[in-house]
């Protein structure tokens, strides 16, 4: 079935499923359009309590549940899974299936062991890769060249479930963490279904994951996303796309915090130290561990983000002064 290599489920007679959908950010929500647009029954939606968020620390309940409110759907947000109330309401629906996509808690064995055909994780890359909370930030990261999703039944251990099936997804040289998620959000949505669509027919089984080719993928925290200005130009420029947009990558400029959006390795140009700040008449060249990058975009601490070459004709930086200091 195209790019779900591995999967190609029948569909037909089988019954529909009756489903809990458990998610939270934006990129869970394709998948709930794509069940509640499928044959299947969404009977309720699991997702984090409402939370402050933005310059105004306001309350605001979590993307998932903006899409479940407005279909109408029942909307369950215990601060824990484990939470007994939550687990008694969980059996007293009485689910088939319990699908996944971001949920953001760890789901107890008391849970898992509800459904009958449990909980079905869709996890934006090709397991045993990129095993955790940020499988795309790292992909970017770490230079690869293919990443995709994978649907996997969920288990006690992280990301470590038997595979229902997998697609595949190039990136491209230029692609953010954030551009690459996008699309993996809705062609790992119509995984999700397919999936589904297979368990419901009977014709679908999880294979265990290879003991070989595990690879971790931690939460990028903000400290993670600071550019260290001595690596190799191409490391600097995945790890700054990779980081993007959240927690977005920063350096340093005269002892305060300045934003760094996506760059641009260049080849030649002038030999800079690591970090040297150089503004010639179009562009904003900052040396690396090897040549220098481009500048494109900047946004200093307090203000928002501008063109690289109008911030620094502002800075006006001196000879030989650098960012990262």
């Known amino acids: 079935m ?17 489903l809990l959908f458990a998610g939270t950010p934006a990129p869970a929500v394709p998948s709930l359009d794509a069940l509640l647009a499928s044959d299947h029954e969404v009977v309720a939606v699991l997702t984090r309590p409402d939370a402050r968020s933005g310059r105004g620390r306001k309350v605001g309940r979590s993307p998932v549940a903006e899409r479940a409110d407005e279909a109408g759907i029942p909307v369950l947000q215990p601060a824990s899974p484990k939470d007994p109330d939550f687990l008694a309401h969980l059996a007293e629906l009485a ?21 009958r055909h449990g909980w079905v994780n869709l996890h934006f890359s090709l397991l045993p890769a990129w095993r955790g909370a940020a499988p795309v930030q790292h992909a970017v990261m770490a230079g690869d060249e293919v990443t995709g999703a994978s649907t996997f039944l969920l288990e006690k251990g992280l990301d470590t479930g038997p595979v229902f ?25 119509q995984l999700l279904v397919a999936t589904l669509d297979g368990i419901a027919a009977g014709a679908l089984e999880a294979q265990p994951q290879p ?16 550019i260290d200005w001595a690596l190799p130009s191409h490391v600097v ?39 040297e700040v ?17 500048l494109t ?29």
């Open 2 to 18: 195209g790019r779900h290599g591995c999967l190609d489920a029948a569909r037909g007679s089988e019954p529909p499923l009756k």
């Open 211 to 226: 003991a070989d080719g595990v690879s971790l993928a931690p939460k990028v925290e903000s400290a993670d996303a600071r």
């Open 95 to 115: 689910v088939d299936c319990a699908p996944v996509v971001a949920y953001g808690a760890l789901v107890p064995q008391a849970a898992l062991d509800l459904p």
């Open 278 to 294: 150089v503004l010639d008449s179009r562009s904003v060249l900052v040396g690396t561990g090897t040549g220098a990058v481009r």
């Open 237 to 275: 420029d995945r790890r700054v796309r990779g980081v993007t947009p959240a927690p977005g990558a920063w350096t340093t400029w005269r002892g305060e915090r300045l934003r760094v959006a996506p760059l641009e390795p260049v080849g030649g140009g002038p030999a800079l130290a690591p970090g």
């Open 165 to 189: 099936g997998t697609l595949t997804e190039a990136i491209g040289p230029r692609d953010t963490a954030g551009d690459l998620l996008d699309r993996l959000a809705v062609s790992g949505a």
């Open 297 to 325: 975009q900047v946004q200093p601490a307090g203000k928002k983000m501008l063109p690289a070459p109008d911030w620094a004709r502002g800075a006006r930086p001196e000879p030989g002064e650098r960012v990262g200091e």
